[in-house]
C-alpha cells in the first residue's frame, strides 16, 4: 500500500514536470525573448525590376531588417496583432537579373532565410514594333508597284470603255 502511494506520488511528480516543461516555452515566447522568425510571406511573388515587394515575417516582434541579391537592406516593423508579426517593404534593383532570389530576415539577431522567396522578371525589348529595317524592302516595293501598274490598266479600260459607250 505504501508502495502505491510513492508510485502514485513520483506519477504526479512526473506529470507536473512535463507539464511545467512544455508550459516554458510558451512562456518565453509571450514576453518576446526566444521566438524565431518564422513564416517568410512575399507578394508578389514575380515582380519586374524596379517593382515593390512587400514582406511579411511572423515571430519578429521587435522588427528587424531583411536583405536580399535583389534589393538593398530594407527594414522590417513590427505591426499589431497576433504572432509578432513585422512588415517591410523593398524595392527591386533595375540591374537585378532575371530568376529567382532569396530573402534573409534578421530579428533580433535571429536569421532566417527563404529559398526563391520570389522571382524577378525581365523587361521586353521596346523599339520598332518587330520590324527589323527602315524604309520599304524590295518586296514591298515590288508589291507596291504592282498594286499601281494594276490601277493603271483597270482605270485606263474603265475610261475606254465609258467613251465607247458615248459613241453609241
Known amino acids: 500500500m505504501r508502495t502505491t502511494r ?5 506519477a504526479v511528480s512526473a506529470a507536473a514536470v512535463a507539464a511545467l ?11 518576446g525573448m526566444g521566438v524565431s522568425p518564422s513564416n517568410i ?20 516582434p521587435g522588427g528587424g531588417f531583411m536583405t536580399s541579391p535583389a534589393f538593398a537592406q530594407a527594414t522590417l516593423t513590427p505591426i499589431s496583432g497576433a504572432n509578432q508579426t513585422a512588415k517591410g517593404t523593398a524595392t527591386i534593383n533595375d540591374n537585378a537579373r532575371p530568376g529567382p532570389y532569396d530573402i ?5 539577431g535571429r536569421t532566417l532565410t527563404r529559398p526563391a522567396a520570389f522571382t524577378v522578371i525581365g523587361g521586353v525589348r521596346g523599339g520598332l514594333g518587330g520590324s527589323s529595317t527602315s524604309g520599304a524592302t ?7 508597284g504592282g498594286l499601281v501598274a494594276a490601277a493603271v490598266v483597270g482605270g485606263g479600260l474603265f475610261w475606254m470603255r465609258r467613251r465607247a459607250e458615248r459613241r453609241i
Do not use: E, F, K, W
Not at 6 to 10: D, E, G, T
Not at 41 to 58: E, K, S, Y
Open 21 to 31: 516543461g512544455l508550459a516554458a516555452p510558451t512562456a518565453l515566447a509571450r514576453d
Open 104 to 108: 534573409t530576415v534578421n530579428c533580433s
Open 41 to 60: 510571406v512575399v507578394l508578389p511573388a514575380v515582380i519586374a525590376r524596379g517593382g515593390q515587394i512587400t514582406v511579411t515575417v511572423d515571430g519578429c
Open 138 to 144: 524590295p518586296t514591298d516595293m515590288a508589291i507596291g
Open 6 to 10: 510513492v508510485l502514485a506520488a513520483s
